[in-house]
């Protein structure tokens, strides 16, 4: 019985067996690999994976596919939203299953093509469980891949831009057609390869969070109208330039002014 995609689910099931072998190329995954995919749909990117490594961990959240998978004597389906999943928990989960290799360094490896709606929550749900993390390769939104590695002085940097960037070294791998997908979306899309920084600069992130926030609340106002407000009410005493806008100031700095504030 044909799949119907839930509009409500953010589905677009990727087809084109080109772009497929592509990202796979890319991910190259290795027999026994710690990996995780979240939201493998139809599996047309789970099965290929899967016959390399032998094992595969997936999160569906819709039922009727999620029956599916669990069909595949070599998959292991855990059936909820994305967000509700602990990472740092199924790591160790993954890394006790016999199809695990021995001696890998029990960190996941994640992948997915991930539901337009809900992409952004995904990857600030991931970052708390970063410490687990060997990679990441994410099918997205390629105006999100954008965000995500814009450098300073451009219209795409961004919240998303520092947080991400402050954690992971980011790669735009692959650009993916709308007409790769069933049914096509209305947007273009793109893979980007996220590698966990092995020395990030030390911080406390909720901290950096709220203070990216308030930076770029108001894009076009200089920051002494916005986070000048929010270091005065902290009694900052430290030097830094709130003489310009929040997509001047790059991402060390901001880094830097989170451990000093």
Same mark, same amino acid.
Not at 145 to 153: C, E, G, L
Not at 177 to 188: G, H, N, Y
């Given at each position: 019985?044909?799949?119907?995609?839930?509009?409500?689910?953010?589905?677009?099931?990727?087809?084109?067996?080109?772009?497929?072998? +592509?990202?796979?190329?890319?991910?190259?995954?290795?027999?026994?690999?710690?990996? #995780?995919?979240?939201?493998?749909?139809?599996?047309? *990117?789970?099965?290929?994976?899967?016959?390399?490594?032998?094992?595969?961990?997936? @999160?569906? *959240? &819709?039922? &009727?596919?999620?029956?599916?998978?669990?069909?595949?004597?070599? %998959?292991?389906?855990?059936?909820?939203?994305?967000?509700?999943? &602990?990472?740092? +928990? *199924?790591?160790?989960?993954?890394?006790?299953? /016999?199809?695990?290799?021995?001696?890998?360094?029990?960190?996941?490896?994640? #992948?997915?093509? %991930?539901?337009?709606?809900?992409?952004?929550?995904? !990857?600030?749900?991931?970052?708390?469980? @970063?410490?687990?993390?060997?990679?990441?390769?994410?099918? !997205?939104?390629?105006?999100?891949?954008?965000?995500?590695?814009?450098?300073?002085?451009? +219209?795409?940097?961004?919240? !998303?831009?520092?947080? !991400?960037?402050?954690?992971?070294?980011?790669?735009?791998? %692959?650009?993916?057609?709308?007409?790769?997908?069933?049914?096509? /979306?209305?947007?273009?899309?793109?893979?980007?390869?996220?590698?966990?920084?092995?020395?990030?600069?030390?911080?406390?992130?909720?901290?950096?969070?709220?203070?990216?926030? #308030? +930076?770029?609340?108001?894009?076009?106002?200089?920051?002494?109208?916005? *986070?000048? $407000?929010?270091?005065?009410?902290?009694?900052?005493?430290?030097?830094?330039?709130?003489?310009?806008?929040?997509?001047?100031?790059? #991402?060390?700095?901001? $880094?830097?002014?989170?451990?000093?504030?």
């Amino acid at each position: 019985m044909k799949h119907i995609a839930r509009k409500r689910f953010g589905q677009h099931f990727l087809s084109d067996h080109g772009i497929i072998d +592509a990202i796979v190329d890319a991910i190259h995954p290795q027999a026994g690999d710690p990996m #995780v995919e979240i939201g493998p749909g139809l599996a047309a *990117l789970t099965q290929p994976l899967v016959e390399r490594l032998g094992h595969l961990t997936v @999160v569906e *959240l &819709d039922r &009727d596919l999620a029956a599916r998978l669990r069909a595949h004597p070599q %998959l292991t389906v855990v059936e909820t939203d994305v967000l509700r999943v &602990d990472f740092t +928990a *199924l790591a160790a989960q993954v890394a006790q299953h /016999p199809g695990t290799r021995s001696g890998s360094t029990g960190k996941l490896r994640v #992948v997915g093509n %991930l539901p337009y709606n809900i992409s952004t929550p995904i !990857l600030f749900h991931l970052l708390a469980h @970063v410490d687990v993390i060997e990679d990441q390769h994410f099918m !997205l939104q390629k105006e999100v891949i954008d965000r995500m590695v814009a450098t300073p002085s451009t +219209a795409a940097y961004g919240r !998303l831009s520092v947080m !991400l960037q402050w954690r992971y070294a980011m790669e735009n791998v %692959l650009f993916v057609p709308p007409e790769s997908f069933e049914p096509p /979306p209305r947007v273009d899309s793109a893979v980007v390869r996220m590698v966990p920084r092995t020395q990030p600069a030390p911080l406390h992130q909720p901290l950096l969070e709220e203070l990216v926030q #308030v +930076a770029f609340s108001q894009r076009r106002k200089l920051l002494r109208h916005t *986070l000048g $407000v929010w270091l005065t009410q902290r009694q900052f005493a430290g030097e830094f330039n709130l003489q310009r806008r929040a997509e001047e100031v790059p #991402v060390e700095e901001f $880094v830097a002014l989170a451990q000093k504030a």
